[in-house]
């Protein structure tokens, strides 16, 4: 299963995909990672990886629609299956969603519904809720409000300052969305020896 990761950060997400893929745990492919922030550290880390990276940033074009065409364009020859979003602080428009329907996943730092949009821990932390967690889902044209496909909670330590809220978040992330992906590979190579029969 071939995948493309979108990310505008740190990408400790992408390096736990990586870890786990070298490790043989993740049976996929990360065939290039897509970036709007060609300064982000997870650039480095794909070249590292030595996965082709396409970086390109919103203004270089005169829509989101056009940077989209022009990354689905980019994606093409890659043939991906899936398309992963991990820290890619964009909403998605029609030109990614209609070219993989059902095809695009991400990660959300928070219990969803609860907390969506760009500060899932922080709004969380400052809300002072006993609990939050992590959700992977299926993205639509919504603010993290599609299709969910796991989620996990964690219980917050009134002693916490925010920076242990966001390790423990960012541990529980590395590990689900490795489990998720895991779960999709296998259905989908369930799918691909039914067609080769
Ligand atoms: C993660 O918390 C993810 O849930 C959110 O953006 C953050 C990205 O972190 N969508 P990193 O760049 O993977 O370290």
């Known amino acids: 299963m071939k995948i493309a990761v979108f990310a505008s950060g740190n990408g400790s997400n992408v390096q736990a995909l990586l870890d786990n893929i070298q490790s043989g745990e ?29 970086a390109a940033t919103l203004k270089a074009f005169e829509s989101r629609e056009a940077w989209e065409e022009a990354v689905v364009a980019y994606l093409e020859p890659y043939t991906v299956d899936y398309i992963v979003l991990a820290g890619f602080m964009r909403i998605l428009k029609k030109p ?3 070219a993989y329907p059902n095809r695009i996943i991400n990660i959300h730092p928070s219990y969803l519904p609860a907390f969506p949009g760009k500060n899932g821990i922080k ?13 992977v889902f299926y993205v639509d044209e919504g603010i993290d409000t599609g299709k969910m496909l796991a989620q996990e909670k964690i219980a917050i330590d009134p002693e916490w300052t925010i920076a242990h809220l966001a390790y423990a978040v960012h541990a529980v ?6 489990q998720v992906l895991q779960q999709i590979q296998k259905e989908f190579s369930g799918k691909e020896e039914i067609n080769d029969i």
């Open 26 to 54: 993740l049976l996929v492919e990360i065939a290039c990672l897509i970036t709007d922030r060609p300064k982000a550290f997870v650039v480095e880390r794909a070249q590292a990886a030595n996965i082709p990276v396409y």
């Open 96 to 98: 990614l969603l209609s």
């Open 123 to 135: 709004d969380a932390y400052e809300a002072g809720v006993s609990e939050t967690g992590v959700t």
């Open 173 to 178: 992330e590395h590990r689900l969305y490795t």
